[in-house]
């Protein structure tokens, strides 16, 4: 959450800055803001809102600022401090001389606050952030070097920051560090760039070196100095990221999202490729290193995740049991890092996420690590400061997504979770030759089912408009589809705010049942398999109840057109398989319904893509 970048170099800044900044919109909208050298002096621009405000800022600017070739940009996602232009950033000392972004949250800034307030200094700002401006102020005033002054202001700070700074006196210099957040540093001809992330730099350069933490460099265009915290100097670990500059086009659609979601049957062609190459041979996954013996060794596999990849993971908990016959548990990040787990050495943690940059996932992975555990990552960005901590890895190949609600990404996640499964059910030998085969034909069918959902979405753009006005949404399910309510219920409460729920419909009649009347929509995920009868009684019940029923269904049992006021309709596919092809409509119903709601379906009010506070 939030994200910053930093320019010194030949080119004009405010262009480079506030390019990086749309780059690294998707971490939050909140607000924005540039400080720029001008001169002798740094001019700080800032913008409540979107990005496109603060270029409205700079518009009558545009001259002036054309020669300033140093400065820092920053993009908020409201922790401390409501969004508005006085708590965005770049903050500044009191005699705003210094100027500074900031990336985390700063947990000891009260006790650090008022002890500056003491000392003199003006707080203009209810962020965590300000106290960073004034305390690195405050040892550059005892030290007269900037580099000097922010590692010896680190030192103070307690929490979670990437910082990028600047001071008056330096011509064309940025100071940047970092603590549990990330931060890179781009290498170009006679320029460098620090951002939060590649896509702010990527266009400008591929050479990058990624910080540690506690690191401290300091770029002017003709060098960079890494040093680290005891200030010492320490040797620079460059390296060629394997990035192409891309074009984040919508080729067309009207949203990202929408584009994500058709995006899907490649994106599952994508991560088969090398690995799954025909159903009778085994599956290939070369950065996974778990044996027979270190199965074996395994008494349990505890999955970590937040949000959609949380999803994922109950998912790949039916899947792993299934398959393996592997004791699996799976828990939010946030929940595992303040209690006691029973995490040991004969445990496989495994870490599921899109950014592979969500703080919570990150500290339960690290702790998870520290009791001897093995982290198996599934990531969609292997370059992420999860993935370096994975001992295997099982990257997704989504390709960027833009969108903050998150549809290829979870497609991918379901996939990687099916090749682990079966993978480790093939190491274990827990299941048969000829059923893994089957399983494997019917894996690499999925792709051209889900085209033919794509193909024909009339019939969901329909009923979007039919349930678009409504307040609240039931979704229910059972067995491996129950992740599947929650994140169809997920999709339509990030972008459209409807209140919808997921529920495990044998859960119904133990309270939610209460809530339903004609008012109330309940969608009902009916896949044939096991549960499929017992779905279809707990659907009974709710019609009884009156509430306006609605079947996803891959069944042409006549009975449900009575039961049903609205059927969805997918194509035929093994229980096993079904959380993929249900989805697909779940996130276009999200989709049309927000559409039609006329919401911001890219960028939902109050969220971001990457959580990178606790
Ligand atoms: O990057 P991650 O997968 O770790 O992110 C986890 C959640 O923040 C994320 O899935 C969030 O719930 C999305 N907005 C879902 O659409």
Known sequence: MCGIVGYTGGKSVVDILIDGLRQLEYRGYDSSGVAVKCGEDIKVYKAEGKLEN???????????????????GHIRWATHGAPTVLNAHPHTCTCGRLALVHNGIIENYKEIREKLEKEGCTFRSQTDTEVAAHLVAKKYAQTKDLTEAVRLA???????????????????????????????????????????????IIKYTNRAMYLNDN???????????????????????IETLPWEPVALSKRGYKHFMLKEIHEQPDVIRNILVGKLHAPDEPIVLNEVKLNKDTLKNLNRIQIIA???????????????ENFCGIAVDVEASSEYIYRKTVTDSHTLVIGVSQSGETADTLTAIRQAKEKGSHALIITNRP?????????????????????????????????????????????????????????????????????????????????????????????????????????????????????????????????????????MPVLSILMRGC??????????????????????????DEKLDDLFDYIIRVPEVQELFSPVIAMVPLQLLAYYIAEFLGKDVDQPRNLAKSVTVE
């Open 306 to 320: 937040c949000g959609t990849s949380l999803h994922a993971a109950m998912v790949g908990k039916y899947l792993i």
């Open 383 to 519: 370059d992420s400061a999860m993935a370096r901590l994975a001992d295997s890895l099982i990257p997704v190949n989504a390709g960027i997504e833009v969108s903050v609600a998150a549809t290829k990404s979870y497609t991918a996640q379901l996939m990687a979770f099916y090749l682990l499964a079966l993978y480790m059910a093939e190491v274990k030998n827990s299941v048969d030759k000829s059923t893994l085969t089957s399983l494997k034909s019917e894996l690499m069918l999925l792709p051209q089912k889900v085209e033919r959902i794509l193909a024909h979405t009339e019939n969901i753009q329909k009923c979007a408009r039919a349930y678009a006005s409504t307040k609240d949404f039931i979704y229910i399910a059972r067995g491996i589809n129950f992740p599947t309510a929650l994140e169809g219920a997920l999709k339509l409460k990030e972008i459209s705010y409807i209140n919808a729920t997921g529920y495990p419909a044998g859960e119904l009649k133990h309270g939610p049942i209460a809530m339903l009347d004609e008012t």
């Open 154 to 200: 680190t030192k103070e700070l307690e929490g979670a920051y990437a910082l990028c700074v600047m001071h008056n006196d330096y011509k064309n210099t940025i100071v940047a560090t970092k603590r549990n957040a990330p931060l890179l540093v781009g290498v170009g001809d006679g320029e460098f760039f620090a951002a939060s992330d590649v896509p702010a």
């Open 215 to 237: 690191e401290i460099v300091t770029l002017t265009p003709e060098k960079m100095v890494l040093i680290n915290s005891d200030g010492k100097e320490i040797p620079q670990k």
């Open 54 to 72: 603060l270029c409205k800022v700079l518009s009558p600017y545009k001259d002036e600022l054309k020669t300033a070739t140093c400065g820092i």
């Open 531 to 556: 549960v499929y009868e017992k779905l279809l009684s707990n659907s009974e019940e709710a019609k009884a109840r009156n509430a306006r029923m609605i079947a996803l269904t891959n069944s042409d």
